[in-house]
């Protein structure tokens, strides 16, 4: 508009009376959702922060077009016609910004409890996941992910005796990688009974195939609670480890054990899961 009117170097400003969208554009600190962190950086790259100005809702001729007005009132309405006052004035007289706190903008509303802060940042993690169509391949890439994690972490408390070392990922680091993938997909998947269970509460559900196991948490994995503390069996095979059957990790997982039994048939292959893992309506997963 500015280049049709030949203003090309005239000021831009941009008005507002939702003081969230002022306090959103202004806030560098928080981790937003993605649909409103697309949407701000579609606002960044076409103007700056102190473009965006604050006008009151009485004074917006935007209200006018999107709350419904007579043809009438439409006409007889200066702000509609020529704009708020204050325009034509210099920008000391221009409205103050009654800039809300930051815990009041409903585009903040991001939850901190653990749970739901695992789920903020689900997109990223399930594309990592998606990435993948082998898990040793995604167990590495994640331990190479937590080795400069922790590098980083090191870094910041000022330790300089610490190394980024290259040499070749440990059995720790990829055992550890998996647990963390395990608990990941666990707490996307069944975020209710996390925090259940996190109370303290005894979980109560409708659905059968999880009520059944009698599922408890145990430093962070969900796993098969019932009877069997007391079989003279591994602790992996007393109390499997809960997965999803709809879950791109668990088809991955299935996969891997398909290949550790020879690609024997089905009942080889869940034999060989069962010893650690239990699948919800595990028939129903087929990668």
Not at 139 to 162: C, D, I, S
Not at 209 to 236: E, H, N, Q, T, W
């Amino acid at each position: 508009m500015r280049r049709e009117l030949f203003l090309e170097k005239c000021e831009s400003f941009f008005w507002t009376d939702f003081t969230a969208v002022l306090q959103t554009l202004r806030n560098t600190s928080k981790r937003f959702p993605v649909f409103v962190a697309n949407r701000l950086s579609k606002i960044e790259d076409g103007s700056n922060v102190s473009q965006w100005r604050y006008v009151p809702t009485t004074l917006n001729p935007a209200d006018s077009a999107s709350r419904g007005i007579s043809v009438k009132k439409l006409m007889r309405s200066r702000v509609w016609l020529t704009g708020p006052g204050f325009l034509c004035s210099g920008e000391d007289c221009w409205p103050a910004s009654p800039i809300p706190p930051i815990d009041a903008n409903p585009f903040l509303d991001v939850k901190r409890s653990e749970t739901v802060s695992v789920i903020v940042s689900e997109g990223a993690t399930d594309r990592l996941i998606k990435r993948y169509s082998s898990l040793y391949a995604l167990r590495k890439a994640t331990a190479w992910m937590l080795r400069f994690k922790a590098f980083l972490l090191h870094k910041a408390k000022l330790r300089p005796g610490l190394r980024l070392y290259n040499c070749s990922l440990t059995v720790a680091e990829l055992q550890q990688a998996e647990i963390k993938l395990i608990r990941y997909v666990q707490r996307s998947t069944f975020p209710s009974l996390f925090s259940q269970l996190s109370r303290g509460r005894d979980f109560c559900s409708d659905k059968f195939a999880m009520s059944k196991l009698s599922p408890f948490i145990d430093d962070g994995v969900l796993r098969v609670g019932g009877r069997l503390s007391k079989a003279s069996i591994c602790y992996d095979a007393m109390h499997p480890i809960i997965l999803p059957n709809n879950h791109h990790f668990t088809d991955l997982m299935i996969v891997q054990h398909h290949h550790q039994v020879g690609h024997s048939g089905m009942g080889h292959k869940w034999t060989s899961l069962r010893q650690k893992f239990w699948i919800i309506k595990g028939g129903a997963a087929r990668p």
